[in-house]
């Protein structure tokens, strides 16, 4: 889990007591998280897959409102899929791909059982 460094004044707030998964990837794999940051270290292109979000609210054991963001480290052009419905409700064949570029990112949010898009940095979604 990733937190809130002590010397930071977010430390004693309620932004100090979020704990959010990390997963740091040098390989090809399935991510394990449903919330929180996947920092991507593959020096070529790697091919990741994001489990399916469970529906409903987190009360009820759904995945409704967890965030998932993905980072890439390297200048490759790494490509996400997520099972069945893909993001934005693409279908299967929806993925994620980032351009071959140190920085880049995006940020996808559980609701009803599908991924869903935010903030995407040189990132197509097809």
Do not use: C, Q
Request: proline share 4%; net charge neutral.
């Amino acid at each position: 889990m990733a937190k809130i460094a002590t010397n930071s004044p977010d430390y004693n707030t309620n932004i100090g007591k979020l704990d959010r998964a990390l997963e740091v990837w040098s390989n090809d794999g399935a991510v394990v998280t449903k919330d929180g940051d996947v920092i991507i270290t593959k020096a070529t292109a790697a091919a990741l897959s994001l489990p399916a979000p469970t529906p409903g609210a987190a009360s009820a054991g759904g995945d409704d409102g967890k965030i998932v963001r993905f980072i890439s480290t390297t200048a490759a052009a790494h490509v996400i899929t997520s099972p069945t419905r893909g993001f934005n409700k693409k279908g299967s064949s929806g993925t994620a791909t980032m351009t071959a570029a140190i920085g880049n990112s995006f940020t996808v949010e559980a609701y009803n059982g599908d991924w869903y898009t935010g903030a995407l940095i040189n990132t197509t979604i097809a």
